[in-house]
């Protein structure tokens, strides 16, 4: 089974911010962005992933998404 996740932990890293700062850009909540950050989400709204991608200027979805097989 193939499971997708968000790549937000490196997200963070490369982009130089906290659960915080996403979550002031972004306008999604704290506690929603640290269970998609340790995988404990499992249903995700398009709307998070488009909100982030705004935020962090993400064209390329793939920066956002990884499958795992």
Known sequence: MRKVEIALN?????H???????H???GIR?????????GKRER?????????ADALGIEDMNEILK???
């Open 44 to 52: 995700i709204q398009l709307e998070h992933i488009e909100k982030i």
């Open 30 to 38: 704290r506690a929603t962005l640290s269970e998609m950050a340790n």
């Open 24 to 26: 002031l850009k972004t």
């Open 10 to 14: 490196e997200l963070l890293h490369k």
């Open 67 to 69: 499958f795992n097989c």
């Open 16 to 22: 130089e911010l906290t659960l915080h700062a996403l």
